[in-house]
């Protein structure tokens, strides 16, 4: 594998139901970020994570948690979403002084 | 905070013909990156070119370029000779420059122009 890869690529959960985005980046990066992406709305940063500790969070509901459990995995843990949740989500890395980040391919969410 | 307005939600030109996609932002910073980045159907964001504010020299790769008007808070991409998988959503994005004690620094993204090239 190359680059950034996310797992699933598409997910369909209830509103009850807990599940988990998977992203990992081949690229020895060690920063990597979480993107949500709306039909009608720009892409969102959501998370930021340098060198496993999260940096930023940018007022994301508590149903949204992420976890790094190193510079190459990143997780967003899903619980009690809402329809409005529905999205593209996407996950990137970079150099933590870097310019230029690299994005995975998305995990389309929908929540019924 | 910094803002970053595309104007143009879908444009659409004939296969090698050249088009202009328009990005203005806001910003009270001096150093920044500004950023173009194409969303095919595949969904997959990938860096088309990036231009750094203090560089007056407008950036160049293979088809597409940029007009940056640093003043006026511009940042246009061009592109040339227009194929087929040109056919995407491009984001216009920007990143304020990165500092030795900062750590990783947020894109902020254009709202996205829907670019379509008929045969």
């Known amino acids: 594998e190359t680059g950034v890869t996310q797992t699933p690529r598409h997910l369909v959960m209830g509103m009850t139901n807990k599940k988990s985005l998977k992203c990992e980046q081949h690229?020895?990066?060690?920063?990597m970020y979480w993107y949500k992406q709306s039909a009608k709305k720009p892409l969102e940063l959501m998370f930021v994570?340098?060198?496993?500790?999260?940096?930023e969070n940018n007022s994301v509901p508590s149903r949204f948690s992420p976890e790094c459990p190193n510079s190459s995995h990143l997780f967003l843990h899903l619980h009690t979403l809402q329809p409005e949740d529905s999205a593209l989500y996407l996950c990137?890395?970079?150099?933590?002084?870097?310019?230029?980040?690299?994005f995975g391919p998305g995990t389309r969410l929908t929540v019924t | 905070a910094q803002t970053v307005t595309q104007s143009q939600p879908e444009m659409s030109v004939q296969e090698a013909e050249t088009v202009t996609l328009s990005c203005t932002y806001d910003?009270?910073?001096?150093?920044?990156?500004l950023f173009w980045y194409k969303q095919p159907p595949s969904r997959q964001m990938i860096l088309v070119i990036r231009?750094?504010?203090?560089?007056?020299q407008n950036a160049t790769e293979n088809r597409f370029s940029v007009n940056f008007q640093k003043a006026a808070k511009s940042f246009s991409l061009k592109i040339s000779d227009s194929q087929l998988g040109d056919t995407a959503m491009y984001f216009c994005?920007?990143?304020?420059?990165?500092?030795?004690?900062?750590?990783?620094?947020?894109?902020?993204f254009g709202q996205g122009t829907r670019l379509t090239i008929n045969p």
């Open positions: 231009q750094e504010a203090y560089k007056q």
């Open positions: 994570y340098n060198f496993k500790e999260q940096t």
């Open positions: 690229l020895g990066h060690n920063a």
């Open positions: 910003t009270s910073e001096n150093n920044y990156y």
């Open positions: 994005a920007f990143m304020k420059h990165v500092r030795l004690i900062q750590g990783a620094q947020k894109l902020v």
């Open positions: 990137a890395s970079s150099q933590v002084r870097g310019y230029e980040q690299y």
